[in-house]
């Protein structure tokens, strides 16, 4: 099967979808493909998708910690809410 990779660049591992629904495309200009695939070496991941995942994961994480950085009571609740479980962790683990 050919893939339209540019020269040098990594080839996505080719997975079999479940069903039909499980895959899409999605158009992007060939320079930002070449981005995606370089974050994706620079990431370990196995697959554009992997790739494309791990990016908006973090992307949703750190506009997470913005809004709780923002908010110093919802910042005191989520350390409190940490707090009990690590002590819980510790009960079980420890």
């Known amino acids: 099967m050919r893939t339209n990779t540019p020269a040098g660049a990594v ?3 080719l997975v079999k979808p479940r069903s039909p629904d499980d895959i899409t495309t999605m158009r992007v200009r060939r320079a930002t493909l ?4 370089q974050r994706k ?3 370990g991941a196995s ?8 990016i908006l994961f973090r992307q949703r994480s750190y506009e997470a910690i913005a809004r709780l950085k923002a908010n110093p009571d919802e910042l005191a609740d989520y350390q409190g809410a940490a707090h009990e479980w690590a002590e819980v962790d510790v009960e079980v683990h420890g």
């Not at 070449?34 to 695939?37: F, P, Q, V």
């Not at 697959?47 to 791990?54: G, I, K, R």
């Open 11 to 13: 080839s996505p591992k």
């Open 47 to 54: 697959s554009l998708d992997e790739a494309l995942e791990t």
């Open 41 to 43: 070496v620079e990431l």
């Open 34 to 37: 070449a981005k995606l695939e």
